[in-house]
């Protein structure tokens, strides 16, 4: 779980890390034309086009060298600079300042919570002794068109991070939850994945009149194997048995590990007869399998079918009851039971 974390986090890390040096290349570009037109300014525009030249020199590193860290560190630098440059050219305290809260986030995300925090520190107590010793001679009109421009700019900077932000949040609780439904072992769906797509599958089948198959596959003796091979074994039996089991199953079924030595197939849109044909294939594949140091292994299967109009405890119960069957008349066989 927490690698699946820590890979959703590079992911994203990376995406923003192009997305802010696209966006300061973009902006530069497009903000340097409006100072040269509209304020004659050929400092600020520069100090624009400075910065789009650095960001794609600097996105270019990245994609050319894959080192994540270091082009963050470039972006973050590129931004500080382009920021303190912006404060001191423009003089504007009143609109510059609002651009000065959009660093803390990105640094924070980029380089993590101790690197963010330092850059922050320091940011902030370079604008502020900038502050202290400039005070007197800073433009105080609030409604000038470079405070609004200025203003309109830092707003829709903000929107985009926090936009980012959620999405990123959204993303990666998606992607935690779908790795919470995958057995550690055989990479299969797990049993709370399971029990939800039997819930949907019922539902379904109830408005559709259509039969779902439930089948519970149990390894013959695994037991044995334990004791006579080791855990370690098992453990590799059981991981070719589901990759024996996923690779005999139809597109449309969806089998897993529901605990143990015992998997559970679930086979929507399944008569009787469709799913006494896909459990015979199972147990045959099983049968002609040959697994870790040469064991050989048979499955017992038990099927419940349903039209819906139940409970899924209802129809696990009867695939149970049909597996109990199954061992009952010598194991390596299917048992069905219908509603």
């Known amino acids: 779980m927490a690698r699946a974390s820590d890979d959703i986090l590079e992911e994203r890390q990376a995406r923003l890390l192009a997305l802010v040096l696209l966006f300061v290349a973009a902006y530069g570009g497009i903000i340097g034309l409006v100072n040269i037109v509209l304020f004659a300014s ?8 400075l910065a789009t ?3 794609f020199t600097v996105l270019a590193y990245y994609r050319r060298s894959g080192r994540l860290r270091a082009a963050s560190w470039a972006a973050i630098l590129i931004l500080a600079g382009l920021l303190l440059t912006f404060l001191v050219l423009a003089r504007a305290a009143n ?12 640094a924070f ?3 993590g919570s101790r690197d963010g925090l330092r850059v922050t520190v320091v940011f902030s107590l370079v604008v502020l002794a900038w502050l202290v010793s400039t005070f007197r001679q800073l433009d105080p009109a609030p409604f000038s068109l470079g405070a609004v421009l200025n203003c309109a700019e830092a707003l829709l900077a903000h929107a985009l991070i926090f936009r980012f932000s959620e999405r990123t949040r959204e993303a990666a609780f998606e992607r935690l939850r779908e790795h919470a439904q995958v ?7 797990n049993r709370e994945k399971l029990d939800l797509e039997l819930s949907r599958a019922l539902a379904l089948a109830e408005r559709s009149g259509q039969w779902v198959a439930v089948a519970m596959i149990d390894l013959d003796h695994f037991k044995a194997v334990n004791d006579s091979h080791g855990h370690l074994v098992g453990d590799q039996v059981l991981l070719a048995l589901g990759q024996c089991l996923a690779g005999a199953v139809r597109a449309v079924d969806l089998v ?13 849109s399944t008569d009787r007869a469709g799913a006494l044909a896909v459990a015979e294939k199972l147990r045959a594949a099983v049968a002609a399998e040959p697994f870790a140091d040469g064991v050989a292994l048979t499955v017992s299967i038990g ?25 009952d008349a010598g194991r390596n066989c299917v048992v069905i039971e219908a509603a």
């Open 95 to 106: 609109a510059a300042l609002l651009w000065v809260t959009v660093l803390p986030p990105i």
């Open 109 to 111: 995300f980029l380089l």
């Open 53 to 55: 030249a650095a960001s």
């Open 303 to 327: 099927v419940g079918i349903s039209q819906g109009r139940e409970l899924p405890e209802t129809v696990l119960d009867r695939a149970d009851r049909a597996l109990y069957a199954a061992k």
């Open 183 to 189: 057995d550690g072992l055989t990479g299969l769906a």
């Open 256 to 268: 897993g590990r529901w605990g143990g030595e015992e998997f559970l197939l679930l086979c929507p």
């Open 42 to 49: 050929p400092q600020l525009a520069a100090m624009d086009f």
